[in-house]
């Protein structure tokens, strides 16, 4: 089993930024995948992005050229720099990580730290 923890979150004005961090831990050998996922209020949770073992990596269309995902394989640590914050950015960010080379990691979760962008 994998654990992953985010931390991060909290409440920032539109045009802002934010960095998140998920780590982690457990059978970590097993994960060739990373990535973050959003839910906001009444909407269903979406890709914001994964990142394969290989680098590749797959940005909603919303959030490209304003977010960054990178990793710390020393630390079993991924992060999500979020620039030029918007309102709707507004929603619960989940860490997600995968078995398998993916973009859209699904396999394990965490339990989610929330961003509110203020307008």
């Known amino acids: 089993q994998v654990q992953l923890v985010e931390s991060g979150g909290g409440f920032v004005q539109a045009g802002g930024s934010l960095t998140l961090s998920c780590t982690a831990s457990?059978?970590?050998?097993?994960?060739?995948?990373m990535g973050w996922y959003r839910q906001a209020p009444g909407k269903q949770r979406e890709l914001v992005v994964g990142?394969?073992?290989?680098?590749?990596?797959k940005y909603a269309e919303s959030v490209k050229g304003r977010f960054t995902i990178s990793r710390d394989r020393a630390k079993n640590s991924v992060y999500l720099q979020m620039n030029s914050l918007k309102a709707e950015d507004t929603a619960v960010y989940y860490c997600?990580?995968?078995?398998?080379?993916?973009?859209?990691?699904?396999?394990?979760w965490g339990r989610g730290t929330l961003v509110t962008v203020s307008s």
């Open positions: 990142i394969t073992d290989g680098g590749s990596t």
């Open positions: 457990g059978n970590i050998g097993s994960i060739n995948a």
């Open positions: 997600a990580a995968a078995r398998v080379h993916t973009r859209e990691p699904g396999d394990y």
